[in-house]
C-alpha cells in the first residue's frame, strides 16, 4: 500500500500543487469552507427551531424541490461550460440563442410536476411552504446556475462558488432571524424568506455577469441538432441530483417524521463535509473538458482517485470518532444523531468517490454513462429502503443509502478504468 502512494504522490504532486487547478481548488475550497459554515449554521438553528418532527418533513420538500429543479436547466449549463472550455465567447452565444428559453419553460413544466407530486405523495406540509420551495428550486435557482457556469468557463471558478452560496448566506441569515423572532407559522415564514434569497441571489448574480443576457424577445427554442447535441447532458440533469436527494424525501414518507429529521441532518451533514471533493472537481472540469492529452488526462483520473479516495476515508474515521460532539451541537432532542452517524461513517468513503468519479464520466462525453449509473444508484436505493425499513427502520435507510453509493462508485470507477485500458 505504501508503494502504491508513493508512485501516485508525483500525479499528485504534478497536478494538484502547480498550475491553476491548485489554486482555483484552494480558492474554491475556501469559499466552500464558508458555504459549509454556513450550512452548518442554518442546519443547527432550522432543526432546532423547527424541530426534529418538523424539519424531517420541511427536509423531504427542500429535497424533492432540488430533484426537480434538476431537471431544469435540461444540463444547458454543462453545455455551456463544455463550449466554453476552448473559446469563450460561445458561452454567451449559447446562452443568448437557446438555454435561457429552455430553463424558463423547463422550470415551469418542473415546477407544475413538483406540485403534482407532492399533492400525491402528502407529506403533511402546508402549501405555502411547497410552492414557496417549487418556484425557488425549479425556476429560480437553474437560472443562477446558467450565471455561475459562464464564471466557471472562464476558470473564475471561486466567483462562481460565490454567486451560488450567496442564497446559502441569505437563507443563514433568514433562520437566525427567526430564531431571534419567532412566531406561529416559522416553517411557512422561513419557506417565504427561502424564495426571497433565491430571488435576490438570482438579482446579483445577473448584475456582476462579464455580460449581459439578452432580453426574452432574443430567446428562442433549440433546434433539433441542438436539443441532440445536450441531450445527454439533459438526461444526466435528470439523474444527478437523484442520489443525494432521494433517500430525504425516502424518509419523510416512509419514517416517522422525528425519525426522518435525525436521519436527513446526519445525511446533510456528512454531504456538506464533503465540500472539498467537489471543490476539486468544480475546478478541474475546465481543464477535463479541454485535455486532449490521453496520457495526461489518465494521470489526472488515477491523482483524482486517490485524492477522493483519501478523503473520504479520512472522513469516515472522523465521522465515527466525532458523532458523539455533533449530537451534541444539535441539543438533546438530536441525541439520536450519535446512532446514526457511525452507520453512515462508509457511506462517505463512497460519496466522494462516486462524486469524483460520475464527474470524470461526464468531462469524458460519457454523460449517458453517468446517468445510468445514478439511475441504478437511485434504483437500487428505493427498492433496499423498500425492503430493509420495515425490519430496520432507519438503519435499513442508512444500509440502503451506503450500498446504493458504493455501488455507483465502483461502477463509475470500473468503468473509467476499462475505458482507460482500451485506449
Known sequence: MIKKLRIMMPFMKKHFSQGSVARNTLLTSNVLLLRLFLQASTLIVLAKTLGA????????????????????????????????????GKSRSIVAEYALW????????MLLLYLFAL?????????????????????????????????????????????????????CASVFFLAAWPNENVESTYAGLYLASSVISLFVAIKLQPGKWPGPKYWRRPTMAEVKSASGFAVQSATTIGPSEADKT????????????????????????????????????????????????????????TASGLYGLLLAA????????LSLAFGSEYAYLSEILPYLSVFSISLSL???????????SMPLYRSAIEGIGVTLLILLAVTLLPKHGVMGLCIAVTASETTMAAIAWITL???????
Open 53 to 88: 418532527s418538523s424539519f424531517g418533513i420541511f427536509a423531504g420538500l427542500s429535497a424533492a424541490a432540488v430533484l426537480s429543479g434538476s431537471l431544469s436547466t435540461l444540463g444547458m449549463h454543462f453545455i455551456i461550460l463544455k463550449a466554453s472550455a476552448g473559446d469563450q
Open 102 to 109: 429552455t430553463t424558463l419553460v423547463a422550470g415551469i413544466l
Open 119 to 171: 399533492s400525491l405523495i402528502n407529506l403533511g406540509a402546508n402549501l405555502h411552504t411547497v410552492i414557496a420551495l417549487g418556484i425557488a428550486e425549479t425556476v429560480i435557482q437553474p437560472f443562477i446556475l446558467l450565471s455561475c457556469m459562464e464564471y466557471q468557463a472562464r476558470n473564475q471558478i471561486a466567483r462562481s462558488q460565490i454567486i451560488l452560496t450567496l442564497p446559502i448566506a441569505l437563507r
Open 250 to 305: 425516502v424518509a419523510a414518507k416512509l419514517l416517522t417524521a422525528d425519525i426522518a429529521g435525525h436521519y436527513s441532518l446526519s445525511a446533510r451533514l456528512i454531504s456538506a463535509a464533503t465540500l472539498p471533493v467537489m471543490a476539486l472537481m468544480i475546478s478541474v472540469m475546465p481543464s477535463l473538458f479541454g485535455e486532449k492529452d490521453r496520457s495526461a488526462a489518465k494521470q489526472k483520473t488515477l491523482a483524482i482517485f
Open 318 to 325: 472522523t465521522t465515527w470518532h466525532a458523532a458523539p460532539l
Open 354 to 364: 462516486r462524486i469524483s468519479g460520475t464527474t470524470i464520466l461526464t468531462t469524458q
Open 417 to 423: 478504468i476499462m475505458r482507460s485500458k482500451n485506449e
